[in-house]
């Protein structure tokens, strides 16, 4: 019922629009503050462990984001 007023009230792109804004600064912000707490390998020397330590801090931080914003 919800998904119907959204699309009828014409409503359902702006909310959708606001949900990945805010979504997007969530992730950039978790991002910082994680990289803060754990900093990554020296990237010159170690670039795959650089590569796969962002890949999968960045995959923790959308999971994250995901729960706290789309499916609460």
Not at 45 to 69: D, F, G, R, T
Request: aromatic residues 8%.
């Amino acid at each position: 019922m919800l998904l119907n007023d959204f699309i009828l009230r014409g409503q359902l792109f702006p909310h959708l629009l606001e949900i990945d804004e805010t979504s997007h600064c969530r992730v950039e912000t978790l991002i910082t503050e994680l990289l803060k707490r754990n900093p990554t390998s020296n990237k010159a020397i170690y670039q795959m462990e650089w590569v796969q330590y962002l890949n999968s801090l960045k995959a923790l931080v959308e999971e994250i984001a995901s729960s706290e914003l789309v499916y609460s």
